[in-house]
């Protein structure tokens, strides 16, 4: 029978971290630590899908943190079902073993219907008035409303949005305590998202994101201790630090360059100025560091116009075309016809109005799924209008760009000496890491 082997997933984790993170670094006392190059894209969605299924997203097919399916001209930004990756993943792999191994998979992104024994991932119900009811997809499905009961909701209001704090990270915690004192499954991977927050809003050397590292070690002791409990034996446990955040000074807008050369169309609607979709040659899809820009009709002629808009652009290091995508494993037919990656110091909003009066009005409020890219300045709130500021250059962290420095390296731990096997590990090799734990039973 294999020992248990628990996965802590944990965004902006970095080796430095470590010297402040007492908890943490007893739990992997006696064990090992290697640096944790995440593969680019550098975002949560594909570093997650390449954890989990030891491929990179021209196998998986996670490009971003979210997806256009020009089928339907739709974008989708967070809600995809797991259906969406396109490789196994550790779970199903240890499925396909005899009977006994069982898994839980605890709030990272695109597990919803996945093939664990035991889930749980937020799944707010959408009411007719555009509000939404607090709820998380589980497996068993009964299983959140006993979480309710015991935990209260889970406090969506601290995952994501101005209001983010320890408290999200604490509910999936307790919650992830009581599924191991219930099920005791032999493989358990947990996303911890804390660190995430504070180093963006204020950025990755600031006092708020030190203070971070700290409730997110303080959190670990009861995790630890409840595992502990909940197993009788120590388990095998790794901590992955899924990417490093990184100061910028700068910010880049590819939607309002395309739009300034009439390549993107708008539509006026009521509450300002709408993305068209339909009517635009080109647009971005916008995600931390990089953007897929999509091309009507795939016109060669628009595609090179596009790359001779943003080549020796500030704050952008590289304009890959589709033929180059192979070089980072991201040639796949999700990706955009043109992808554009920021310099190190910079980073991209979605924004395409040019004045901020004719901004959407979900511009100024937390809807991370009708903006059809991602929104760091959600972390913040402007008091005088009491909805999220239009400010982007209040974001003082990012991440998603290629690996070119130490400083966006992340760290892997493990608590045994055995496990590692290399000083430097890339993100897509932590699938294989676990199915040794399991024998070696497995492959990805």
Avoid at 48 to 64: F, I
Avoid at 236 to 245: Q, T
Avoid at 271 to 280: I, K, Q, R, T, V
Avoid at 380 to 393: E, Q, V, W
Wanted: hydrophobic letters at 40%; proline letters at 8%; glycine letters at 8%.
């Amino acid at each position: 029978m294999s020992t248990p082997t628990i996965l802590l997933s944990i965004p902006g984790l970095r080796e430095k971290d470590i010297a402040g993170m007492p908890n943490l670094a007893r739990l992997m006392a006696g064990g090992q630590l290697a640096e944790l190059v995440p593969s680019f894209p550098c975002v949560t969605c594909p570093v997650q899908a390449n954890l989990s299924t030891g491929r990179l997203p021209r196998e998986h097919g996670v490009v971003a943190n979210g997806f256009y399916w020009p089928d339907r001209q739709q974008v989708e930004m967070w809600t995809s079902p797991n259906r969406c990756i396109e490789a196994p993943q550790i779970w199903d792999l240890l499925a396909e073993q005899p009977t006994g191994v069982t898994s839980a998979v605890w709030f990272p992104l695109h597990s919803k219907e996945c093939g664990a024994d035991y889930v749980a991932t937020p799944a707010p119900i959408p009411n007719p008035d555009g509000t939404e009811s607090l709820w998380c997809y589980t497996r068993p499905q009964e299983l959140y409303a006993t979480l309710r009961d015991e935990l209260g909701h889970f406090p969506l209001q601290h995952f994501w949005g101005p209001m983010t704090n320890v408290k999200s990270t604490a509910w999936i915690i307790a919650s992830a305590v009581h599924a191991a004192r219930a099920w005791e499954p032999s493989f358990f991977y947990v996303y911890l998202p804390h660190l995430d927050y504070a180093a963006q809003r204020r950025g990755p050397e600031s006092p708020e994101a030190q203070e971070a590292v700290e409730e997110l070690d303080n959190e670990l002791a009861g995790l630890a201790e409840g595992f502990h409990a909940a197993y009788g034996e120590d388990p095998v446990w790794l901590a992955a630090g899924e990417y490093a955040i990184t100061p910028v000074d700068h910010v880049v807008y590819p939607n309002r360059v395309l739009r300034d050369a009439g390549l993107l169309a708008v539509r006026e609607e009521e509450d300002g100025e709408h993305l068209d979709l339909a009517g635009s040659r080109a647009w971005a899809l916008v995600d931390h560091q990089f953007s897929h820009v999509f091309v009507a009709e795939n016109d060669a002629e628009t595609v090179a116009r596009v790359a001779a808009l943003f080549r020796d652009r500030a704050g952008i290091g590289e304009v890959l075309l589709s033929d180059e995508l192979e070089r980072y494993g991201l040639d796949h037919a999700r990706s955009g016809q043109v992808v554009l990656v920021s310099s190190p110091e910079s980073w991209q909003a979605y924004y395409w109005w040019l004045d901020d009066d004719r901004a959407p009005a979900f511009a100024r409020s937390v809807d991370i799924h009708n903006k059809p890219g991602y929104d760091p300045v959600e972390l913040h709130f402007d008091p005088g209008t009491k909805s999220i500021p239009l400010d982007a250059t209040l974001v003082k962290g990012s991440h998603g760009a290629p690996v070119q420095c130490d400083a966006q390296r992340g760290v892997i731990l493990a608590s045994r000496p055995d496990v590692l096997g290399k000083p430097s590990l890339a993100d897509a090799d932590v699938a294989s890491i676990v199915l040794q734990q399991f024998h070696g039973r497995g492959k990805t």
